[in-house]
């Protein structure tokens, strides 16, 4: 017995996609690609922030994290201190040039920043 074709059957060929389908994919991947290559580009600012931050001589750990979009952009700090260093100066650090240097190479300021400092218990022994 061979396979007979219904009379006023809806479904497409095997071989094309409905045309919805094309319809809704083609108007968002450029939007899509674009918003992939952001959030790209903010995951290796913040790694590089943080790798920076870890060789200030105060700093035990810093994780560094952007959020959000253009309109609402929001810099993420957790950082911890070594037990016996002033914060004051990485604090002016952190402000003055790793946030304002972000913010230059990305072409837009901050519309929060979340600074989280933390003092280690453990001092250098």
Same mark, same amino acid.
Request: charged residues 25%; proline residues 6%; contains cysteine.
């Given at each position: 017995?061979? %396979?007979?074709?219904?009379?006023?059957?809806m479904?497409?060929? *095997?071989? #094309?996609?409905?045309?919805?389908?094309? =319809?809704?994919?083609? &108007? #968002? %991947?450029?939007? =899509?690609?674009?918003?992939?290559?952001?959030?790209?580009?903010y995951?290796?600012? *913040?790694? *590089? %922030?943080?790798? &920076?931050?870890?060789?200030?001589?105060?700093?035990?750990?810093? /994780?560094?994290? /952007?959020?959000?979009?253009?309109?609402?952009? !929001? @810099?993420?700090?957790?950082?911890?201190?070594?037990?016996?260093?002033?914060?004051?100066?990485?604090?002016? #650090? !952190?402000?003055?040039?790793v /946030?304002?240097n /972000? $913010?230059?190479?990305? &072409? #837009? $300021?901050?519309?929060?920043?979340?600074?989280? @400092?933390?003092?280690?218990?453990?001092?250098? %022994?």
């Amino acid at each position: 017995m061979s %396979a007979q074709r219904v009379p006023g059957s809806m479904v497409p060929p *095997a071989h #094309t996609a409905p045309q919805p389908l094309r =319809e809704r994919t083609r &108007g #968002t %991947a450029a939007p =899509e690609a674009a918003r992939r290559l952001r959030c790209t580009r903010y995951d290796q600012m *913040a790694k *590089a %922030a943080s790798a &920076g931050l870890m060789a200030h001589p105060h700093v035990e750990s810093a /994780i560094v994290e /952007i959020s959000g979009d253009d309109a609402d952009l !929001v @810099f993420h700090l957790n950082c911890t201190i070594k037990a016996d260093s002033d914060p004051s100066d990485l604090m002016e #650090t !952190v402000s003055k040039g790793v /946030i304002s240097n /972000i $913010e230059r190479m990305l &072409g #837009t $300021e901050f519309s929060s920043r979340r600074l989280h @400092f933390n003092r280690s218990l453990y001092s250098a %022994a």
